[in-house]
């Protein structure tokens, strides 16, 4: 009796758990995107961080104090010597950080040497190429057969860190910003801002925009707020916009102040905390990357991506084209080409797979004939 009583209550909490208690006119796709949650958090995340600017200006310490960790832990600093032979070169440290259960890969892409030669005029062409190489790699693992494990590494943000030291821009600046502007979301930073006044930030600051939009530079846009977003958002977007381009410095110290230990720099005169507003953009930094992330990589994917990838699809079918028309000149019209337009990767693929397919065919064709034979 007791056994039997115990199945009827498990077979009731089993039917209970697909019950609807909800209206009777709930269906249940409202719960979708906790799904696409739930999928999100097992699978991780995946974001890949250029900094770009002169050596000294504070890059590594910004950025480590950003994800709270040591990206460079056995870096060798060169000396002067050392630097008068260095070329650009792109070091990319990758870390896996987790967060209440939340894991990020995340990949910083570094630039030692640039900006520290007498003549810089080549200092931006090997970042250049290693932007393409990744759009590169992503376009050929897209267009292979497996899709299923691709790694993405392309350059989703570069923040580009500008002295304090100047009145502005150095051409340096701009050539650099104008060149990259087209192939990744550009975030002005300038750096070390602990060395000036406030009045001196805001007057750097206006400068610095007012550079940017002569020469017609394109940095990332915060994108705008929607109508329905709650006032305490659309006030934090607003100050980020007014905050670009960010003045930041960076700290990984401890230090104690009035009984609380924070992130700083000690000074004679006191105490630069690098997470109060009041004292610099980092915090305003940092809560743009963290919150807009998403829109990072989708303007990556949707914008620069894109344009590569049509330009790249541009160039490998003219390209083609020419060879075509130049192996008829040489053979003076002997050899027929049976091609009258160039097939992308894709269309050799599906062309290569219904020649597979019509093989088989064939094959089962003639066995199905040999055992009617037999028959």
Same mark, same amino acid.
């Given at each position: 009796?007791?056994?039997?009583?115990?199945?009827?209550?498990?077979?009731?909490?089993?039917?209970?758990?697909?019950?609807?208690?909800?209206?009777?006119?709930?269906?249940?796709?409202?719960?979708?995107?906790?799904?696409?949650?739930?999928?999100?958090? *097992?699978?991780?995340?995946?974001?890949?961080?250029?900094?770009?600017?002169?050596?000294?200006?504070? *890059?590594?310490?910004?950025?480590?104090?950003?994800?709270?960790?040591?990206?460079?832990?056995?870096?060798?600093?060169?000396?002067?010597?050392? *630097?008068?032979?260095?070329?650009? *070169?792109?070091?990319?440290?990758?870390?896996?950080?987790?967060?209440?259960?939340?894991?990020?890969?995340?990949?910083?892409?570094?630039?030692?040497?640039?900006?520290?030669?007498?003549?810089?005029?080549?200092?931006?062409?090997?970042?250049?190429?290693?932007?393409?190489?990744?759009?590169?790699?992503?376009?050929?693992?897209?267009?292979?057969?497996?899709?299923?494990?691709?790694?993405?590494?392309?350059?989703?943000?570069?923040f580009y860190f500008i002295s304090p030291f100047g009145h502005g821009l150095k051409p340096l600046d701009v050539e650099f910003m104008k060149k990259l502007h087209s192939k990744v979301n550009i975030v002005p930073v300038i750096a070390k801002a602990d060395c000036l006044t406030k009045k001196e930030i805001l007057r750097l600051k206006c400068r610095i925009m007012q550079e940017i939009e002569s020469h017609g530079i394109k940095i990332y846009p915060l994108p705008d707020c929607d109508s329905d977003e709650d006032e305490d958002y659309k006030e934090q977007v607003k100050q980020l916009k007014e905050a670009v381009p960010f003045a930041v410095c960076g700290a990984n110290t401890l230090l104690e102040v009035k009984g609380k230990k924070v992130r700083g720099r000690l000074y004679p005169w006191g105490v630069v905390e690098v997470e109060n507003p009041d004292h610099c953009d980092f915090i305003k930094l940092r809560t743009m990357l963290i919150t807009h992330m998403q829109d990072l990589q989708e303007v990556t994917q949707e914008v620069h991506y894109e344009n590569y990838r049509s330009d790249r699809l541009a160039k490998g079918i003219k390209g083609k084209e020419n060879g075509i028309k130049s192996e008829r000149g040489d053979n003076n019209g002997t050899a027929q080409v049976g091609v009258n337009s160039v097939l992308n990767e894709k269309d050799r693929i599906l062309q290569e797979k219904e020649a597979e397919l019509r093989r088989m065919q064939e094959m089962l064709a003639q066995m199905q004939a040999r055992m009617q034979a037999q028959k």
């Open positions: 009796m007791c056994m039997h009583m115990y199945t009827l209550f498990a077979m009731s909490m089993a039917l209970s758990a697909f019950s609807s208690i909800e209206t009777p006119g709930y269906v249940g796709f409202a719960n979708l995107p906790n799904q696409v949650h739930r999928k999100s958090v *097992k699978k991780g995340f995946e974001f890949t961080l250029m900094v770009v600017g002169e050596s000294g200006l504070g *890059k590594s310490t910004l950025v480590n104090s950003l994800f709270l960790t040591d990206l460079y832990p056995e870096r060798i600093i060169p000396d002067a010597i050392e *630097k008068q032979k260095q070329t650009v *070169k792109l070091e990319a440290s990758t870390v896996e950080i987790e967060e209440r259960g939340v894991k990020l890969r995340l990949t910083v892409v570094d630039t030692p040497g640039f900006g520290d030669a007498i003549d810089n005029s080549n200092s931006f062409s090997a970042i250049l190429e290693y932007i393409d190489e990744q759009y590169e790699r992503f376009l050929q693992d897209e267009s292979g057969l497996n899709r299923r494990n691709i790694v993405d590494n392309r350059i989703h943000c570069c």
